[in-house]
C-alpha cells in the first residue's frame, strides 16, 4: 500500500487507513513524502506514523521536498525557502505541542525520523519516489533535487525507467495514470482528497475532506 502526500492532513490520513483496513501484521506500507508543510498538523502526523512504525517493521517513509526543506531550516541553510513553501503551519504545529524554541522545537525521535527517510525504494515491479526522475538518466545516477522537485521533463516523459514509478509531488485531481508512470498526489490540502495505492491489484482508495 502507498500513500500520497499528507501534507499535515491527520483526520485523512486517519480515515484512509480506516478505509484500506491496514494491517500491520499483513501489509506492507510506503508513504511517498510531504508530510508536513500547509495543513494544520505536521506535528500529529509524523507522530502517527512513528506509531505505525512501532507496529511494524514493514512501514517505509519517502523523503520529500518539504521535509528536504525543514531539514535545511532547522540546520540554518535556508530558513526563507521553508517559509515561502508553507513551513508556518509547521512550525505552528510544533510550537503549539511543545512552546519551545526553535532549536528545542522537534523532538528527537522526530529529528531521527526525518533523517532517516529513504529516498526512493526499488520494488519488483515499481520504482516508488517522491517527485520523479531525470529521463535519460540512470536511477543511480539521479541527484537528489530531481527525485524530490522535478516536475514537467518527469511528468511529460514516456521514457522507459525500467520500471513503471509511482510518484508523489505533483498534485492531480484524480491519480496520474500512464504506461510508465502513477501519480498519487491528489490534493489533499488543496481541499481534495488523500489516495492509496493498493498493490499487485492496482487499486485505489481515496478519502475527502
Known amino acids: 500500500?502507498?500513500?500520497?502526500?499528507?501534507?499535515?492532513c491527520l483526520e485523512m490520513l486517519k480515515r484512509l487507513m480506516e478505509?484500506?483496513?491496514?494491517?500491520?501484521?499483513?501489509?506492507?506500507?510506503?508513504?511517498?513524502?510531504?508530510?508536513?508543510?500547509?495543513g494544520p498538523e505536521a506535528m500529529g502526523v509524523v507522530e502517527y506514523i512513528l506509531s505505525l512504525s512501532r507496529l511494524s517493521t514493514d512501514v517505509h517513509c519517502l523523503i520529500g521536498n518539504?521535509?528536504?526543506l525543514f531539514l535545511d531550516y532547522l540546520e540554518g541553510r535556508d530558513r526563507r525557502s521553508f517559509i515561502l513553501n508553507g513551513g508556518?503551519?509547521?512550525?505552528?504545529?510544533?510550537?503549539?505541542?511543545?512552546?519551545?524554541?526553535?532549536?528545542?522545537?522537534?523532538?528527537?525521535?522526530?529529528?531521527?525520523?526525518y533523517k532517516s527517510l529513504k529516498v526512493y525504494i526499488e520494488l519488483e515491479d515499481y520504482l516508488v519516489v517522491h517527485a520523479g526522475f531525470r529521463p535519460n538518466l540512470a536511477i543511480d545516477k539521479q541527484p537528489l533535487m530531481e527525485m524530490i522537485?522535478?516536475?514537467?521533463?518527469f511528468i511529460f516523459?514516456?521514457?522507459?525507467?525500467?520500471?513503471?514509478?509511482i510518484f508523489g509531488h505533483t498534485p492531480f485531481y484524480e491519480p496520474f495514470v500512464m504506461s510508465n508512470k502513477i501519480g498519487l498526489d491528489t490534493g489533499a490540502v488543496y481541499g481534495n482528497k488523500l489516495t492509496c495505492l493498493d498493490l499487485p491489484e492496482l487499486r485505489f482508495h481515496s478519502v475527502g475532506p
Not at 522537485?149 to 521533463?153: E, G, S, V
Open 1 to 8: 500500500m502507498i500513500i500520497g502526500d499528507v501534507h499535515g
Open 19 to 38: 478505509k484500506i483496513d491496514y494491517r500491520p501484521e499483513r501489509d506492507s506500507l510506503i508513504l511517498l513524502g510531504d508530510y508536513i508543510d500547509r
Open 66 to 68: 518539504h521535509e528536504a
Open 88 to 113: 508556518t503551519t509547521t512550525l505552528q504545529s510544533y510550537h503549539a505541542a511543545r512552546g519551545a524554541a526553535v532549536d528545542q522545537l522537534v523532538p528527537d525521535m522526530h529529528m531521527n525520523f
Open 149 to 153: 522537485w522535478i516536475r514537467d521533463p
Open 157 to 165: 516523459s514516456d521514457y522507459d525507467f525500467g520500471k513503471r514509478v
